[in-house]
């Protein structure tokens, strides 16, 4: 009987100790799928779950913590929270659309649920190392913003705080050849949207300890990341400390892209000419942070802001740099050339043809008066007409899709100048003029609508008072350009004031080897660029 | 920073500015109506005297770096407060009436050379809204602007001057004094309203920032060559027109008439004497801020902006030629004034080193 009941209890040990061998291989499978696997709908469940308990069993502090932060994000289907068991109770709380998920797995949940004896914080923080960034937020607005960029939060059931850990997803494009700035010679990496990868394009060309970089947050309800960039012992810190008073001054629901950014930066508000530079190139960027500039990059925005801005620099193109520099003076005095054409030539036909026709060579004025003769706008008319059209043009072709964009250049060109023309609507001398002007204007392509607008401010006033009118505009124009200053920099410097040293890289450009002092219109604390 | 705040480079490029601003219009003929082809003569003596008055008054403006009184603060803390009463009060005529007589001379060019007849309302109110425009940018911004322009202004002129320059009989000058020191003197006095340029100093004393500690040779410099120019402008000027310059009003339109060696190349010499014109428009800009800090002083206000009804007062007067002839009035004002203007502009820069010392020693010790 005896030899039976203990035969049984065999039975029953080894069936107890395979069902028990049985569960743990079950529990590692489930904790291995659990370590590895995305977030489940299944698991979402039970996180709802979990969810009602983890409220019953913690103390006031988390418990209030935990409580504000999902008053917060109430009605929030993407906050996930899980209650894990490694020692003690922790609760995991998360964005899922903020968050990768295999970071969560791999370096939160893994590591947690492989613990036994975690008992504190910073337990779990030891025990988090894997993780590149891992905190611990001092308050409830460091936690708010933590948690809303994608940083999963373990709580513990004590009330002392949490851990943040870095579980960002890292969304976006890839890095290509910006649009805006393509060149012949040199990188063609491009800015892209996310904050991080646009400072990682910036350290990778400044490996150096002297690249500091201020992260700020903007926007009440963006949160954007707004990181201050520039070289320490190169760049002025009162124009560093300036940048980062006015970034943290900024008040505004949200920051959409760096130009949001760029009027607040932008001191005095100017009316006509912006007077921050933004780039789309990590090269371009870090040539004028080398300079003693300030490099602003926003998350979500390609455009980096850099400060001090001056006007010379629309003239100068990134590939200028990279070309002979004696190729590049030419290139940059047709630039300088064409602009001011493109601005003047217009007012100047038409004070030339109502007023001063004296100024035109014989030949060339009988050419014009024949092609004239039979239109019947007079001159001012015709010309503001034409400048009129092209700026519409313009306008539409920006907005339309690049295939529709093609037709209508060729509607524009074809139907609007060709067809006027013979119509006898247009002269064709006033066409020429115009699409001459709408040319020359795209030399400096970030003043391409203030210049615009001033062509046809001076074209209006020279019609009406002729020459007097436009050197009245003109000089108006100079002492309002002259006037202009941010960040302890003149606008239309180096010429005015003048600054010799400045003008090697001016209009004329000095060989790269040559240029051994930085700029001193730009606030520096190195003047040389050796070292 | 302060908006009126300028180097002695800008100070340089502004005395050139203003000094050839005026002088190529309608003083060559007046000088010629005067004393003939010696009209050079009586414009280098001037210079002399007017680059030992403006010495004189840079030193002052070294004097006053220290504590950088204003012109009104030094003539009240030394000939009292009645004194600079009168002596701004003199200054404010005076500008007034150079800056009439600048759009006088600037209006009858554009009506003569370029035959545009523009309503002279509508060119006083531009004229007006550019210095309004200048005066609340600050006197900075006018400073850096006549930089920018200086070597636009100096080619312009130089190149309306090449082609003519190869082509005067220079004999024409010859004999040298035929006109004798007395005429030459008595011209040099009467027509000393025209000159005098560098009284702007007066009015940026405590705004004067020495660039690299050099004061007196970047000024001088430029003086120097603004200078030449002008002489250079007379002499051509009489000697490519001899006994007729005195009935050609504006002596550099005609001579740019030489400037174009084929006519059917068109006038392009038009193009760079508009280009040069800025800088008459720049020098009533710098004489209506000069006027405005005049009244700012005499009624000791400190406008936190720019005062519209100070400018419209100052541009009023400009509506008088309306009404009557502009040039009998202001020749008979001038030749009322001609004493007074004198002193202040030949005799005051003489006084002016010691008021400055006088006047910082008691801001020193008050």
């Known amino acids: 009987m005896s030899t039976i009941l203990f035969w049984c209890i065999g039975i029953v040990d080894n069936f107890f100790a395979f069902f028990l061998q049985m569960l743990a291989t079950w529990a590692n499978f489930a904790l291995k799928r659990l370590a590895n696997c995305h977030f489940c709908k299944q698991e979402n469940l039970q996180v709802k779950v979990y969810f009602a308990q983890t409220f019953g069993n913690t103390s006031n502090m988390t418990q209030s913590i935990l409580q504000q932060l999902l008053q917060h994000y109430n009605n929030c289907d993407d906050v996930k929270i899980r209650t894990v068991c490694c020692g003690q109770q922790f609760s995991v709380v998360l964005l899922e659309t903020m968050c990768n998920d295999q970071k969560v797995c791999d370096f939160v949940l893994h590591p947690l649920l492989m613990q036994q004896n975690a008992k504190t914080l910073q337990d779990v923080e030891q025990q ?58 040199g990188p063609r990496e491009g800015f892209v949207e996310d904050a991080k990868n646009n400072v990682t394009l910036l350290r990778k060309r400044l490996k150096t300890p002297n690249f500091k970089v201020v992260n700020l947050c903007v926007g009440k309800f963006t949160n954007t990341l707004v990181s201050v960039c520039y070289l320490e012992n190169v760049a002025d810190k009162s124009v560093v400390d300036k940048v980062i008073l006015q970034v943290q001054s900024v008040c505004i629901d949200g920051l959409l892209d760096s130009s949001y950014l760029a009027r607040y930066l932008d001191g005095n508000k100017t009316l006509l000419f912006r007077r921050v530079g933004s780039t789309e190139k990590p090269d371009v960027a870090v040539g004028k942070m080398l300079e003693g500039r300030v490099a602003i990059v926003v998350d979500g925005s390609p455009m980096v802001l850099t400060v001090p801005y001056l006007y010379i620099e629309d003239l100068q193109s990134p590939g200028d740099y990279y070309e002979n520099s004696s190729m590049t003076t030419i290139n940059r005095i047709f630039r300088f050339v064409s602009v001011l054409m493109s601005v003047l030539l217009p007012s100047l036909y038409v004070c030339l043809q109502m007023y001063n026709y004296q100024i035109i060579p014989f030949k060339f004025l009988v050419t014009i008066l024949n092609a004239t003769n039979t239109i019947p706008f007079s001159p001012f008319t015709e010309m503001l007409l034409v400048l009129v059209i092209f700026d519409i043009l313009r306008e539409a072709n920006l907005r339309m899709p690049s295939a529709v964009g093609i037709s209508l250049s060729l509607v524009g060109a074809i139907v609007l100048g060709d067809a006027a023309v013979k119509a006898g609507l247009i002269g064709a001398p006033a066409v020429m003029i115009g699409a001459l002007s709408g040319i020359g204007l795209f030399t400096m392509p970030d003043n391409t609508l203030v210049l615009s607008l001033l062509r046809l401010a001076i074209t209006f006033v020279g019609g009406i008072a002729g020459i007097v009118g436009v050197l009245v505009c003109t000089t108006v124009i100079t002492l309002y350009l002259a006037s202009l200053q941010n960040y302890k920099t003149p606008f239309l410097a180096p010429f005015t004031p003048d600054i010799p040293q400045d003008r090697q890289d001016g209009v004329a450009k000095t060989a790269t080897e040559k240029m051994k002092t930085r700029p001193r219109s730009i606030p520096n604390t190195n003047k040389t660029r050796r070292g | ?73 030094i003539l009240q803390k030394t000939v009292t407060r009645v004194g600079k009463f009168v002596v701004l009060a003199l200054f404010f005529a005076l500008f007034v009436c150079r800056i009439l007589t600048l759009c006088v001379s600037s209006y009858k060019m554009f009506a003569t050379t370029f035959d545009i007849s523009t309503d002279w309302t509508l060119f006083v109110a531009l004229v007006a809204i550019v210095c309004y425009v200048a005066i609340c940018l600050g006197f900075n911004a006018i400073a850096r602007t006549s930089q920018l322009l200086f070597p636009l202004m100096f080619l312009s002129v130089l190149t309306l001057l090449v082609f003519p320059a190869t082509q005067v009989p220079i004999s024409q000058l010859l004999p040298i004094g035929e006109a004798g020191v007395e005429n030459i003197a008595k011209s040099a006095f009467s027509r000393s309203f025209w000159f005098g340029d560098y009284v702007v100093v007066y009015f940026l004393m405590e705004h004067v920032q020495p660039k690299n500690n050099k004061l007196f040779a970047p000024v001088l410099t430029t003086f120097a060559v603004g200078a030449l120019l002008v002489v250079a402008v007379n002499v051509i000027f009489v000697c490519l027109f001899g006994s007729l310059a005195q009935n050609s009003a504006i002596a550099i339109s005609k001579i740019s008439l030489f400037s174009v060696a084929d006519s059917s190349n068109g006038r392009w010499d038009w193009l760079t004497l508009s280009v040069w014109l800025m800088s008459v428009l720049v020098k009533v800009v710098v004489f209506f801020f000069c006027a405005y800090r005049c009244v700012q002083e005499v009624l000791g206000l400190h406008f936190s902006k720019t005062s519209l009804p100070v400018v419209l007062a100052i541009a009023l007067p400009l509506l008088v030629p309306l009404f009557v002839s502009s040039e009998d009035v202001v020749a008979k004002f001038v030749t009322w004034c001609t004493i007074p203007f004198a002193i202040v502009l030949y005799v005051l820069p003489f006084a002016m080193p010691l008021l400055a010392t006088i006047a910082n020693k008691k801001e020193a010790n008050p």
């Open chain 2, 1 to 73: 920073m302060n908006k009126n705040q300028i180097d002695s480079t800008q100070l340089a490029t502004l005395v050139f500015t203003v000094l050839s601003g005026e002088k190529l219009l309608q003083v060559p003929s007046l000088l010629a109506k005067d004393v003939g082809h010696d009209s050079w003569i009586v414009v280098l003596c001037l210079f002399v005297a007017d680059a030992i008055c403006m010495c004189l008054c840079l030193w002052a403006v070294k004097i006053n770096l220290k504590h950088r009184l204003t012109f009104g603060t």
């Open chain 1, 128 to 185: 988090l190392a894997l993780s590149v960034g891992t905190k611990t937020p001092c308050n409830f607005f460091e936690v708010l913003s933590d948690f809303s960029n994608g940083y999963t939060l373990v709580f513990d059931q004590e009330g002392n705080g949490c851990v943040a850990v870095d579980t960002r997803i890292a969304l976006g494009r890839a890095v290509i050849e910006p649009p805006t700035s393509m060149v012949m010679r």
